[in-house]
């Protein structure tokens, strides 16, 4: 899922630089607004924790792997996708920097994937489903089909840079993310927010919990 520097071509790179950095503004200007003093320890522990788990890495082949992403826990929690962006951003600056795990110049597709596809797909499918079927299976499809969806975008933007075929990355990045959102993904997403919501229901964001309105 992280896309290293030679796979994308720089103007392609450019261009999903140019896509991501609004989403990054906006997510800075939430932060601003709703951040609190109680609110940064909890989104840094999400962000550590995300980091982790990030590490886990699946091979797939053909240069690249398969992992869980996190964005879509971060926003429910946080009642918003631009928490989930922010959060991904900052994991992704850290690991890109420090760690060298992605690219430099391929940054700004691993953050439109990873934060915005993962996060606002994710995050919006949950809240069209949460008094439906409830927040534990809500959150478990949000996040289930956010990752899925920005492994197949992945596929689709390494298919345009011409470094795989289209048909052989779909299937690869689609099955293997397909369990990894089962088993990982999704199921981890579930228990979390399920366990904060029976013990620290402070802890969510009152749009989660209640059947009215959702901020942006």
Known sequence: ?????????????IVYWVIALPFIFMSLKWARKELDDMKV?????????????????????M?????MVGAVLVSIIFGSPFA?????TLVLLVQGFIFGDGGITTMGVNIFNMGVISGFTG???FVALKNKIGIKSASFVGA????????????????????????AGLTTMGLYHLIIGVVGEGLITAIVITAIEKSRPDLLDSSVTNSKGVRA
């Open 123 to 125: 995050y919006y499918l």
């Open 1 to 13: 899922m992280h896309i290293p520097d030679s796979f994308i071509p720089i103007g392609q790179a």
């Open 144 to 167: 289930w089909i956010g990752l899925l969806v920005s492994a197949l975008a992945c596929a689709v933007e390494m298919s345009i840079a011409g470094t795989f075929p289209l048909v």
């Open 63 to 67: 240069g690249t792997s398969g992992h």
């Open 84 to 88: 989930g962006v922010l959060v991904l």
């Open 41 to 61: 320890p909890i989104l840094a522990a999400l962000a550590a924790g995300i980091f982790a788990i990030q590490a886990l890495n699946i091979p797939i082949g």
